[in-house]
């Protein structure tokens, strides 16, 4: 795992040259709020992986990334073929339920692991598997379905700056540069949140250029939709309804906090020397969501409503100025 050098600047940061092990850890408001949430955020996960797949299997996009167990394996097989697609073995990697991995971890000698695995056409597989081992990471994208824009954020970001968070330079991507900024206030789309990825709960399975990249919009609209079409009707509800809901990551010394009204997410991120801290202003607020003063438990007052579009919200804040009314709605 390659690390940056001390003191590099990255997208407006300015690295550490260490990087801590994947980890996660979920501390909720309450227990009344865990109780309510926690299940439903299993049931968006199980509903997950079968859209993830069945996106290939109705011609939303050519190939899909699975990441399955053993037990799974052999009705997995049969239920693709039923589709007249396949399963080709990519890796094996470090069985870790609950932790997202930043990058997947190779399985130590004799531990668990599961099979990463790309469901495709058998002639789209064997187009992606040259793809994997040449490593081009534009042209899996590309048999993934990732919008063009994000395939380039991803080559920047991921693949030659090697980080292992995008979160910052996400945000920066509707306000420019940030090397003075520490502080990003925005809208997002929602399906271009993917702050609850660690919790398994995304609308899209890539990471998007920017929270308000109209093509992952789009695609993340398909997706969710076809969630709709298989039955999973509550948890795609319930899916909209968390992605709508306020967010405050900050990352600190290698290691990034996600707040939202219900619970806070620890994670490993890029060790910066300042904490940079994004703020999505949702438009929902959870039940059994904690209030307070602070960000973000103290808005929105009212209650969600999917069809409500929210006017564009873009400020940046730095230690030492404060500058607002950039307009957000660089969609072009
Ligand atoms: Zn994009």
């Not at 469901?119 to 048999?143: T, Y």
């Not at 703020?279 to 039940?287: C, M």
Request: aromatic letters at 10%.
């Amino acid at each position: 795992m390659r690390a940056p050098s001390y003191g590099t600047q990255v997208c407006g940061m300015r690295l550490l040259d260490f990087r801590l092990p994947d980890f996660l850890r979920v501390a909720w408001v309450s227990q009344a709020a865990r109780n309510y949430w926690s299940p439903r955020i299993q049931a968006i996960q199980r509903a997950w992986n079968d859209i993830e797949w069945q996106s290939v299997a109705r011609g939303i996009r050519r190939s899909a990334i699975l990441t399955v167990g053993h037990s799974e394996l052999v009705e997995l097989g049969r239920t693709l073929c039923a589709e007249k697609l396949i399963a080709l073995p990519l890796a094996r990697v470090a069985a870790t339920p609950g932790v997202y991995q930043s990058r997947a971890m190779e399985p130590a000698d004799d531990a668990p692991f599961s099979y990463r695995l790309v469901v495709a056409s058998p002639d789209v597989s064997l187009k992606f598997m040259d793809a994997w081992l040449a490593g081009s990471a534009a042209d899996i994208g590309h048999f993934l379905g990732y919008p063009r824009c994000c395939r380039t954020f991803f080559q920047r970001t991921w693949v030659d700056a090697a980080l292992i968070d995008p979160t910052w330079p996400m945000a920066g991507g509707q306000i420019g540069d940030t090397s003075e900024v520490r502080q990003i206030d925005l809208t997002a789309r929602f399906e271009c949140n993917v702050l609850a990825r660690f919790v398994g709960v995304r609308a899209v399975p890539h990471l998007p250029c920017r929270f308000s990249c109209p093509e992952s919009g789009s695609f993340g609209s398909a997706l969710l939709e076809l969630g709709d079409e298989l039955g999973f009707t509550g948890e795609m509800a319930d899916l909209k309804e968390i992605l709508n809901w306020s967010f405050e990551w900050s990352a600190l010394h290698g290691v990034a906090e996600v707040r939202t009204p219900v619970m806070k997410v620890a994670v490993a991120t890029d060790a910066t020397a300042e904490c940079h801290v994004v703020r999505l202003h949702g438009q929902a607020f959870p039940k059994h969501g904690a209030r307070g003063h602070r960000f973000p438990y103290g808005s929105p007052a009212r209650s969600f409503e999917p069809s409500r579009v929210p006017a564009p919200l873009v400020t940046i804040s730095s230690l030492e100025v404060s500058s607002e009314g950039k307009d957000g709605s660089d969609q072009g």
